[in-house]
């Protein structure tokens, strides 16, 4: 049986961009690969990598598992638990850290912006943190890792870790291969369509959050910012704003860009946008239905509790291996 691993950072309400980089795959692959365990985590360690308020944080973590299930996924079918609750992962992190170069840290896009806004109180862990990410991901020897676009480095560098581990210590890691979404890899800003959507933007125009009010999310579709053309074509380079909302529509609709164009060919902006505010609302209506009915059930608890078990065992094996392979301790 092969193994798929992935996370989301509790440092926020998730983004539309979350939902079709990466929740929505999850909840495919879930339906897809009947030959795979998955294990999908809220990633609360990485959390730390940035100041955060404890009760806010807390308040996110719980958020975020019940929007996993709220977006489809079953906890019949996907063992879900919460990272820190898993006490291999910072070890595995720590051994990661031993494994990699403090120039291969360095290198990393994301790390290098976010140290570029910050600039004062910039914690160890920032640059650390693909250790962390890697050792998520090794840990369960997950063959697949689905993510967005921008978390492409930080898996080329799981993989450069594992086989270099593999290679000084003798085979312990599986090198695990990304999945990335056919349309969506990496949504855009609907205010400056040149960025990436995210969740820590200043203007809250520029994002959708999955529980944004639905008609605070229609307006920001209807605002979104597009170019004087008017003409419903994909084109990321000269288009960058339109392109984006035909990225999303051709997510959540499943129809592809090509015959949307078609479909839109003689159509305005306000049409199109007007459309799509309404396959926006018609996505997030359904999501947070179940997500308010999910934050009072006590089964929430449950499922994390059954998740972290069955992740822990698999964790709790791997590392003892691992720590026999680095010659630690009296393991024999
Ligand atoms: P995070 O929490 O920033 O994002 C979670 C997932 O959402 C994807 N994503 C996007 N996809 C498309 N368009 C966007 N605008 C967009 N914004 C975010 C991300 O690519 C990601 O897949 N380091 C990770 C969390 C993590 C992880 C892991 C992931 C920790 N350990 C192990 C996979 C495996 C992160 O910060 O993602």
Known sequence: MKRLVSGIKPTGSLTLGNYIGALRQFVKLQDDLLDTEMFIFIADLHAITTPQDKAQLKKNIKSIAALYIACGLDPDKVNLFIQSEIPHHAELGYVMESTAYVGEMERMTQYKDKKHKQTQGIRTSLLTYPALMAADILLYDADIVPIGDDQKQHLELTRTLAARFNQM????????????????????????????????????????????????????????????????????????????????????????????????????????????????????????????????????????????????????????????????????
């Open 169 to 332: 210590y003798g085979d312990t890691f599986v090198v695990p291969e990304a999945f990335y979404p056919k349309t969506g890899a990496r949504i855009k800003s609907l205010t400056e369509p040149e960025k990436k959507m995210e969740k820590s933007a200043l203007n809250p125009k520029s994002y959708i959050l999955l529980l944004d009010d639905i008609n605070t999310a229609k307006n920001k579709i209807r605002s979104a910012v597009t170019d004087s053309e008017a003409i419903i074509r994909y084109d990321v380079k000269e288009k960058p704003g339109i392109s984006n909302l035909m990225t999303i529509f051709a997510s959540l609709s499943d129809v592809s860009i090509k015959d949307i164009e078609e479909q839109y060919k003689d159509s305005d902006y306000k049409t199109f946008k007007e459309d799509l505010a309404t396959l926006v609302g018609h996505t997030l209506e359904p999501i947070q239905a179940r997500y308010h009915a999910l934050m009072k059930d006590p089964s929430l608890d449950q499922t994390l509790d059954l998740g972290r078990e069955r992740a822990r065992l698999i964790a709790m094996r791997k590392m003892a291996k691992v720590y026999k392979r680095l010659g630690l301790g009296r393991q024999k």
